[in-house]
Every structure is written in structure tokens, then in C-alpha cells.
């Protein structure tokens, strides 16, 4: 079974985000997702333990959600953090 974290937040539009995932014991996947659930854009792994989402330019104001997950649907388990910053 596969296990996926959800988050959310309010962004402008034209705000850029930055979205990172730093994982222990998993292979981390993150997506960013916007207000109807339609996948803006999927994150770049940098190895196992680090997947991020650079530079993304919000298209309009509104709810944003991110996604993080194993993208290999493995029911490996373990923590991570996330880190969102707007610029």
C-alpha cells in the first residue's frame, strides 16, 4: 500500500515556489498540484532522499497542494521534512 502525504497553501499569482523534500528511509516524490488537482509539476530527484520542485511560477491566485509520496510504490516507510519558500 502506498502512503501520501498532502499539504496545502494559499499562493498568488506569479509567485515562485520552491518545494523541498529531504526523506529518511524512503524514496521521496513530491507534486504540486493545484486548486482542481491537476499536476503542475513533479519533482526532480536528486537522489533518494531529496526530491524538489524549483523555480514554479504559480498561475493564479488560489488553494495549491502538495504531494509527497513514494514514486516507486514501494510501502517502505521513514520521515522527512518539507520545506515550501516563495519568492
Do not use: C, H, K
Not at 6 to 13: A, K, M, R, W
Not at 23 to 46: E, K, R
Not at 53 to 64: C, E, H, I, S
Request: aromatic share 10%; charged share 5%.
Amino acid at each position: 500500500s502506498v502512503s501520501l502525504s498532502v499539504y496545502s497553501f494559499e499562493g498568488l499569482q506569479g509567485d515562485v515556489v520552491n518545494v523541498v523534500v529531504t526523506a529518511n528511509g524512503f524514496n521521496a516524490g513530491v507534486v504540486l498540484l493545484d486548486s482542481q488537482f491537476n499536476s503542475l509539476s513533479i519533482g526532480q530527484s536528486s537522489g533518494q532522499a531529496l526530491s524538489m520542485v524549483t523555480a514554479f511560477a504559480l498561475p493564479a491566485a488560489g488553494t495549491y497542494y502538495i504531494v509527497i509520496g513514494d514514486p516507486n510504490n514501494d510501502a517502505a516507510s521513514g520521515s522527512y521534512t518539507v520545506s515550501l519558500v516563495r519568492s
